[in-house]
T-cell receptor
Framework: GDSVTQMEGPVTLSEEAFLTINCTYTATGYPSLFWYVQYPGEGLQLLLKATKADDKGSNKGFEATYRKETTSFHLEKGSVQVSDSAVYFC????????????FGKGTLLTVNP | GAVVSQHPSRVICKSGTSVKIECRSLDFQATTMFWYRQFPKKSLMLMATSNEGSKATYEQGVEKDKFLINHASLTLSTLTVTSAHPEDSSFYIC????????????FGDGTRLSIL
């Protein structure tokens, strides 16, 4: 079945550092891929998405490129801020008409000033 | 766009009472809604999937008589935790999506349920 393997944290960075959170997947076909972010005490927000191979999703300075050859969708940001401290989830929709999401385990990012 | 409102955000109640949580899609029609439970420092655990006008599909191990789900309209789903006990204390999150292709799920802000 479908699965998502996500870099386990926690990740602690200083402000303005470069961020990479690795995500690889196994799936049938070529599903859309998503990154969600969860700030403390809140639900999940869609951060960015890519719908086909070589697509690059971007939002709020974050980027991720859909790499079919390496089945990866790594999240990157060139210069993190304290306000980026959150848990990040990589996800892909499964098969079937309901498109249930398969999540990675989440990566806690803490950015220190 | 794609706003999902979940209410209440926090509820504290006594053991044995029933608690209803509402999930509304404010600016789109949600053909499918999902209910999740999240334990501290863990990923989301899918409890059930509901399609408007039909019975919810529960994941293995989730008690359907304990967690009643109703999806009466294209913009509203409710989760009722019946006869709640302390072990039901958790963070419950709903999400909603439209029915076309690989559209993402849009999440509510979650409900922190505490059973005393």
């Amino acid at each position: 079945g479908d699965s998502v393997t996500q870099m386990e944290g926690p990740v602690t960075l200083s402000e303005e550092a470069f961020l990479t959170i690795n995500c690889t997947y196994t799936a049938t076909g070529y599903p859309s891929l998503f990154w969600y972010v969860q700030y403390p005490g809140e639900g999940l927000q869609l951060l960015l998405k890519a719908t086909k191979a070589d697509d690059k999703g971007s939002n709020k300075g974050f980027e991720a490129t859909y790499r079919k050859e390496t089945t990866s969708f790594h999240l990157e940001k060139g210069s993190v801020q304290v306000s980026d401290s959150a848990v990040y989830f990589c996800a892909l929709p499964g098969g079937g008409s309901n498109y249930k999401l398969t999540f990675g385990k989440g990566t806690l990012l803490t950015v220190n000033p | 766009g794609a706003v999902v409102s979940q209410h209440p955000s926090r509820v504290i109640c006594k053991s044995g009472t029933s608690v209803k949580i509402e999930c509304r899609s404010l600016d789109f029609q949600a053909t499918t809604m999902f209910w999740y439970r999240q334990f501290p420092k863990k990923s989301l655990m899918l409890m059930a999937t509901s399609n408007e006008g039909s019975k919810a599909t529960y994941e293995q191990g989730v008690e359907k008589d304990k967690f009643l789900i109703n999806h009466a309209s294209l913009t509203l789903s409710t989760l009722t935790v019946t006869s709640a006990h302390p072990e039901d204390s958790s963070f419950y999150i709903c999400s909603a999506r439209t029915g076309t292709g690989g559209q993402p799920q849009h999440f509510g802000d979650g409900t922190r349920l505490s059973i005393l």
